[in-house]
């Protein structure tokens, strides 16, 4: 197949984005040329011709949002798309609670959409000539049926969770997939080392996380910025930390590469354990008690959660059938 990727936000559209810090658009372009399928990750454009692709994949993101820069171009795609078989949706970021409040707060004050305040974001005057394409596409998306979705997944994620932040459109066509076997490769550490009794912390939304697990060792967070190549800086610290601390957002844990590159470098990962809890006995370990035995058991502890992490991810063919499926189908009309 012919695939376009693209989507709202840099992430989801810009190539170069996932050689500075790798994402799941990415990992998920790279799948699908793996699978054989032709994937041209690329920005969305008024004059895309999609008569020459069988699937486009559009990532949406909260459509008020400063990121959001190609949000006109995505919304012509998902108009022109939405009544064919060739349209999926990608969600990717954290807190998809804010797309549905993004679509509500446009069709609460339609104006909003095309205000000057967006006059920066692509293809601005292109999307001002159609105001009522623009528009409907919000429309659609707040209150139609979705085709299917595609979202990042954790070795614990279910799809209820992400669906029920979404439209109501969006019930039953999420599809959970699991890009972390690339992750793991990528980062995968030639002899795991123990760390300085260090924690590298990925911040999430839900703030006062960080400050209820009473540990006792000083922190460094990970670098995140996408104007540099933070991964790099990213390995690094982790390799020199005895244990990483993941932070869920508001609404619970959020698919990111910080799991698998910790893993991958032999350092314990350590979250919301009532979510991860099920997938084996060292995610359900607190923090602050592995600070107390770390000098002893530290390695033990990072071998025994990858492999556990490992038990529960899909195998890399399985979840390429799942996803071979999803690009056969044809939506479902209700």
């Not at 699937?55 to 171009?73: D, E, F, H, Q």
């Not at 992400?162 to 699991?178: F, H, K, T, Y």
């Not at 300085?196 to 999430?204: Q, T």
């Not at 601390?245 to 619970?252: V, W």
Request: charged residues 20%.
């Amino acid at each position: 197949m012919k695939i376009l990727l693209t989507g709202m936000t840099a992430q989801q559209a810009n190539a170069a984005s996932h050689m500075r810090v790798t994402n799941y658009a990415g990992y998920l372009c790279e799948m699908l040329r793996d699978m054989g399928h032709v994937c041209e990750w690329l920005d969305p454009h008024f004059r895309t011709d999609l008569s020459y692709y069988d699937k486009v994949i559009v990532g949406v993101a909260p459509i008020t949002s400063l990121g959001a820069n190609r949000t006109y171009g995505a919304l012509n795609l998902i108009y022109h798309l939405w009544e064919t078989d060739k349209l999926l949706l990608l969600i990717d970021a954290p807190d998809p609670a804010k797309v549905k409040a993004s679509l509500q707060a446009i069709m609460d004050k339609p104006q909003n959409l095309l205000k000057p305040f967006f006059a920066y974001r692509k293809e601005y005057d292109e999307a001002c000539e159609v105001p009522g394409t623009m528009y409907r596409a919000v429309e659609l998306l707040h209150s139609e049926i979705w085709p299917a979705v595609l979202a990042p997944a954790l070795p614990w994620s279910t799809r209820m969770p992400v669906e029920a932040d979404l439209p109501d459109g969006a019930r039953g066509q999420v599809n959970m997939m699991s890009v972390d076997r690339y992750v793991l490769a990528k980062f995968a550490a030639p002899a795991a080392r123990l760390g300085d009794n260090l924690w590298a912390y990925e911040p999430g939304s839900d703030r006062k996380w960080l400050s209820q697990q009473n540990v006792t060792w000083p922190y460094e967070v990970i670098p995140k910025s996408s104007r540099t190549e933070a991964d790099s800086a990213a390995v690094e610290l982790l390799r020199n930390s005895g244990g990483c601390l993941i932070a869920p957002d508001r609404h619970g844990t959020w698919w990111n590469t910080r799991y698998a590159m910790a893993l991958a470098n032999g350092v314990p990962v350590f979250t919301n354990w009532q979510e991860t809890a099920h997938i084996g006995s060292t995610w359900s370990m607190l923090p602050q008690v592995f600070e107390r035995y770390a000098a002893d058991t530290a390695r033990q502890v990072a071998a025994t959660q990858l492999n556990e992490y490992d038990l529960a991810l899909e195998t890399t063919l399985r979840t390429k059938d799942v996803l071979e499926v999803i690009l056969e189908m044809t939506r479902r009309k209700v």
